[in-house]
């Protein structure tokens, strides 16, 4: 019966502690979507990350253009960025 206790015990705290990482997770997640570009907006230099799309990176190749900004990558660009970002 002791054992019982323990294990439901156990159960709780495990689900309590699981949903407050998940919370932590989505915060930082909306955090950084907040903190991305959108398309043809200026991104950061050499960071896809910063640009909001799956599929979006960062090129600093507009002619007649100063800067850097997020343009449509290719699936490349989308395998990149679900390992990195």
């Known amino acids: 019966m002791k054992l019982a206790i323990i294990a439901l015990f156990s ?4 689900a309590v502690a699981s949903e407050s990482v998940e919370e932590n997770q ?3 997640f909306l955090e950084q979507q907040r ?3 959108e398309r043809k907006k200026k991104c950061t230099k050499d ?3 910063s640009c ?3 599929w ?3 090129s600093c ?3 007649g253009r ?3 900004f997020c343009m449509r990558g290719m699936m490349a660009t989308r395998l990149w960025k679900m390992a990195k970002c």
């Open 11 to 14: 159960l709780v705290v495990l």
């Open 26 to 28: 989505e915060g930082e």
């Open 35 to 37: 903190a991305c570009a």
């Open 47 to 49: 960071d896809d990350c």
């Open 52 to 54: 909001c799309g799956k």
């Open 56 to 58: 979006d990176k960062c």
């Open 61 to 63: 190749n507009w002619p």
């Open 66 to 68: 100063e800067g850097c």
